[in-house]
Structure formats: structure tokens, C-alpha cells
């Protein structure tokens, strides 16, 4: 297996641009979530699914969409990038209360 | 959701048993307490869960007093590589999905 897989790594964006971050995983997992980590800071809950076709937000999901057309891929939308979306985003996925597993990271810059 | 309260930091020496507690006050009783850890810039990792039951696995000891107020995560023999942020999260899992909530972590710092 391969896990989760994010793609890009590394991205830099102009501020209005619009991009979409990748997250698949290979597990059969039926959750799957979106987190954003600032620097020097905690992990906050953008969007997460509890399946194909199901999504909610989670804390902080203005300027963001997603969509879970099916079990293995969770799309991320930055709609118009702004500077204050400079941040590292984490795509997880978990199997019933199993614990989630967390993908490397895209780091994102938008300037 | 239930919030937790972890201290900010702590030290640890190598070798040595690491305990980590966190205070969960308002958890409900279908709630799960998990840990979690981030090594540096990297994704976190899923360490254990529990309900209200102690569990044990390869990685750490899980600790839940019996009102289920806090908990404590043991390393038992706490190495380098185990200098992390340590997440303590509490999630009603089915009923919302697996939506969890990180707070602030304890950074613990592993010494020689």
C-alpha cells in the first residue's frame, strides 16, 4: 500500500490564482480529512468526509471546497488564493475509531 | 467537542519513562481519547485510543482515570527519536465521522 499520497510538495501561487491539492489513498478508507498547519502551530480541521459523496466542514473551511466522488480520492479547492492560505496541508484517512493515517504535506506559498 | 488541556512542554530523559497527561473534563461518554505525535515539519502519526479501558501496544501506554477526566500517555522507555509534539484529542468517532480536533500538543523534549 501505498497510504496517503499528496501531490504537489511544494506549490507557490499568486494571490487570486485558484489550484486544486491532491490527496489519494490506496486503504479503502472511508474517512478522510483536510487539515491546514500554520507555523508554530496546531493542525485546524478545513473539510473531512465520512464517504464517497459526503462532506462537512470542519473549523476553518472559508476559502476552501471539496468533493469525495469516490472512497480513494479528496480533492482539495483553493478557490482565489490568498496570503493568508500560506500554509502546510496535511490529507488524512481513517478506517472506523482506527487512528488516522496522515499524508507528508503540501507546502503551500501564496504570495 | 470536548477540549483538552496539555501543558505546553516537558523534558524527558533518555531512557527513562515519559508521561504525558491531559485533562479532558468535559468528555462525554462516547467520546474516545486518542494520541497523536509530530516529529518536526512531518504528517502526525497515530499512537493509541481508548475508550475508558487502559490499552497497551507496541508504542505507548494508555492511561484513563476511571471518571474519565484525563489521561496520561506513557513511553516507557522514552528514546531521541520520541522528541516530538504530542496530541491529545478527544472525538466522538462514528457519529461524526473521525472529525478530530487537535489542540496545542506538549512538545516533548528527549534528552541524553
Known amino acids: 500500500n501505498a497510504g496517503v499520497t499528496q501531490t504537489p510538495k511544494f506549490q507557490v501561487l499568486k494571490t487570486g490564482q485558484s489550484m486544486t491539492l491532491q490527496c489519494a489513498q490506496d486503504m479503502n478508507h472511508e474517512y478522510m480529512s483536510w487539515y491546514r498547519q500554520d507555523p508554530g502551530m496546531g493542525l485546524r480541521l478545513i473539510h473531512y468526509?465520512?464517504?464517497?459523496?459526503?462532506?462537512d466542514q470542519g473549523e476553518v473551511p472559508n476559502g476552501y471546497n471539496v468533493s469525495r466522488s469516490t472512497t480513494e480520492d479528496f480533492p482539495l479547492r483553493l478557490l482565489s488564493a490568498a496570503p493568508s492560505q500560506t500554509s502546510v496541508y496535511f490529507c488524512a484517512s481513517s478506517y472506523n475509531s482506527d487512528g488516522y493515517t496522515f499524508g507528508s504535506g503540501t507546502r503551500l506559498t501564496v504570495v | 467537542d470536548a477540549k483538552t488541556t496539555q501543558p505546553p512542554s516537558m523534558d524527558c530523559a533518555e531512557g527513562r519513562a515519559a508521561n504525558l497527561p491531559c485533562n479532558h473534563s468535559?468528555?462525554?461518554?462516547?467520546?474516545?481519547v486518542y494520541w497523536y505525535r509530530q516529529i518536526h515539519s512531518q504528517g502526525p502519526q497515530y499512537i493509541i485510543h481508548g475508550l475508558k479501558n487502559n490499552e497497551t501496544n507496541e508504542m505507548a501506554s494508555l492511561i484513563i482515570t476511571e471518571d474519565r477526566k484525563s489521561s496520561t500517555l506513557i513511553l516507557p522507555h522514552a528514546t531521541l527519536r520520541d522528541t516530538a509534539v504530542y496530541y491529545c484529542i478527544v472525538a466522538i468517532y462514528y457519529n461524526q465521522g473521525g472529525k478530530l480536533i487537535f489542540g496545542q500538543g506538549t512538545e516533548l523534549s528527549v534528552k541524553p
Open positions: 468526509s465520512v464517504g464517497a459523496g459526503i462532506t
Open positions: 468535559t468528555i462525554s461518554g462516547n467520546e474516545y
